[in-house]
């Protein structure tokens, strides 16, 4: 029992001001992702303690924000990984996911493409005129 003890003390651990500054993130941000349940700190008093796995959430909560994945997705993961540690369930899915969002990001890049061509088009005609109007 005391082994227990010591091997939690002696895990390395954060303050939210800590986190805040390697993720560049604000605290406000931290109790969020924490409200949502995604990272659960422990508690000394009022001051909020976070672990390496808090850190690793966090970061893994970063990256799914930088590729599209909703909050909602994320939390999906991390309860799917939680309940299975083989992950083989959580790779299905986060291949899914994966899948889902190139379809979409795809979408979104055909989408910008027409746009960029409407815009080169419009920028033609307002030089073709603005020609015109110095003859």
Same mark, same amino acid.
């Given at each position: ?13 954060? +303050?939210? +001001? $800590?986190? +805040? ?16 349940? #995604? ?16 850190? =690793?959430? #966090?970061? /893994?909560? #970063? ?8 909050? @909602? ?9 939680? @309940? !299975?540690? +083989? ?9 899914? /996911? ?6 979409? #990001?795809?979408?979104?890049? !055909? $989408?910008?493409? =027409? ?6 088009? @419009?920028?033609?005609?307002?030089? !073709? ?5 110095? !003859?």
């Amino acid at each position: 029992m005391n082994e227990d003890i010591y091997e939690q003390n002696s895990e390395e651990t954060y +303050s939210i +001001s $800590d986190l +805040s500054k390697e993720f560049d993130i604000t605290t406000r941000s931290i109790r969020f992702y924490e409200d949502q349940g #995604l990272i659960s700190p422990r508690r000394n008093g009022q001051t909020r303690i976070y672990t390496k796995r808090d850190k =690793v959430r #966090l970061k /893994l909560i #970063l990256r799914g924000k930088r590729l599209g994945f909703t909050l @909602a997705e994320t939390g999906r993961l991390f309860e799917l990984y939680d @309940a !299975d540690k +083989s992950s083989e369930n959580q790779l299905n899915i986060m291949l899914e /996911l994966i899948q889902d969002k190139k379809v979409h #990001l795809t979408q979104q890049m !055909d $989408d910008i493409k =027409v746009v960029l061509m409407e815009l080169v088009t @419009a920028e033609k005609r307002c030089r !073709d005129t603005l020609k015109n109007l110095k !003859d």
